[in-house]
């Protein structure tokens, strides 16, 4: 089993920035890739960002890519996003989610609000 625990959110005026933690404990997460979800109210959790096992390669969705940035320290058993320039329309609860093979994980979410 794995426990995910994200944290960082807050509330943030437009343009501003924030980071997200995810701390996993319970297991390791050298073989989990991570990836970051997001839901708004009254929509559907949608895919923001992702990053496999050793950190060599992430990819983003087009409406985050170029502002968000996903990493992981392994050693510390943690992955972040960082958050750029960010914009009213990127409030929602961010999770986390941690998968290997049939293995699949997920944070309890955290909020961020962007002010216009």
């Known amino acids: 089993q794995v426990q995910l625990v994200e944290s960082g959110g807050g509330l943030v005026q437009a343009g501003g920035s924030l980071r997200l933690s995810c701390a996993a404990s319970g297991r390791t997460l050298t073989r989990y890739g991570v990836n970051w979800f997001r839901q708004a109210p009254g929509k559907e959790r949608e895919f923001v960002a992702a990053?496999?096992?050793?950190?060599?390669?992430?990819y983003y969705a087009g409406s985050v890519k170029g502002r968000f940035s996903v990493s992981r320290d392994n050693a510390k058993n943690v992955a972040y996003l960082q958050m750029n320039s960010l914009k009213p329309e990127d409030t929602a609860v961010y999770y986390c989610n941690a998968e290997f093979v049939t293995h699949n994980y997920w944070g309890q979410g955290t909020q961020v609000t962007v002010s216009a």
């Open positions: 990053i496999n096992y050793d950190g060599e390669y992430t």
